[in-house]
């Protein structure tokens, strides 16, 4: 990925991509995904601290810049604090993570949802969110998703998870779960020891490709207990089980099934565990974009889907990684329009 170079006033790399995208929608609160932290800048900045009752404080962002006014929103109060719901009436642009849906969906009401449009800039290592990447949608090199006079109603996707403390929590997702191996090979990338956090900065694609390694060198399959929305029952070993709106998942590794973002419906993609290298060949199949046609690997539409087990299990949601010892997905229909 192409990264701008530090500009001749100083500015380091990262407000001159801010202060781009803040040039093409300066009508907008820019959130800037950087840690664990939703970052805002300049008068964004003002707004949100006026509006969520947060901080204000400063930073310079490069060599003899001058001090830029700024707010942080850690995530974890941004999807409790209800104040969010006067910021989010606006429109919203989305940089890195597409956790933002979550955030919305949980702070907003039904009648203010009406008005929010939301973009994405990818800055990560992943981008699920614009593949297949389109160089017109591109800035300084990095995926964009930004065209707010073309937004469309999207279905989301939702779940609700008994954790194994036995709590119950709802979550949203745009594009795609997951529970097995990818999972697990998330929860790997996102908390990496010291070798992989330094393969994250320098070759993100290499730590996502070792991250999987790792997942299917230790995974052991999880026996779980599958109901469909017809109804049907079923309990298996499984290796992977995905439920997609987007058949496009980390790094290059994409499912067969078309791209449906106003179905109703998600696809759902299911591979046993048979052995470690059946699950290097699934590893092999999705790289290359086929499943349908690997043995013992079964596909199907649906609308609702309940997963449990008696063991703890990793769910994946857009990236983001829980422990579950039951899960039950559905489609929320059109709930959230976003830019094309």
Partial sequence: MTRPQKSQDGHSPLMLQYNEIKRQHPDKLVFYRMGDFYELFGDD??????????????????????????????????????????????????????????????????????????????????????????????????????????????????????????RHVRRYWLLNASLGVTARGNSLFNHPDIFLAALKRHAPSTAILVSALRAIRAFRGVRLDLRTGDGTTRTTLVSNLAVV????FTGGLRYDSRYEPRSGRFNVHLYPHISRMHTV???????HGRFSSLKWSQTWSDSRLAVSGDDAFDVELDGEVMAATRAEFSVASRRLQVCP
């Fill in 245 to 248: 709106k987007s058949p496009h």
């Fill in 281 to 287: 060949r699934l590893l092999w199949g999705l790289a």
């Fill in 45 to 166: 900045a003002r707004e949100a601290s006026s509006i969520l009752g947060i901080t204000l404080t400063s930073r310079a962002h490069g060599k003899d810049t001058e001090r830029i006014p700024l707010a942080g929103v850690p995530h974890q109060l941004a999807y409790r604090t209800g104040r969010l719901t006067m910021a989010v009436a606006r429109r919203l642009v989305r940089v890195r993570h597409i956790g933002l849906a979550n955030l919305i969906l949980e702070a907003a009401p039904d009648d203010l949802l009406r008005s929010v449009k939301i973009g994405a800039v990818g800055l990560g290592s992943s981008n699920d969110f614009h593949k297949p990447l389109r160089l017109r949608e591109t800035l300084l090199g990095i995926p964009c998703k930004t065209d707010f006079d073309h937004a469309v109603p999207r279905d989301v996707g939702e779940v609700t998870v008994r954790q194994p403390d036995g």
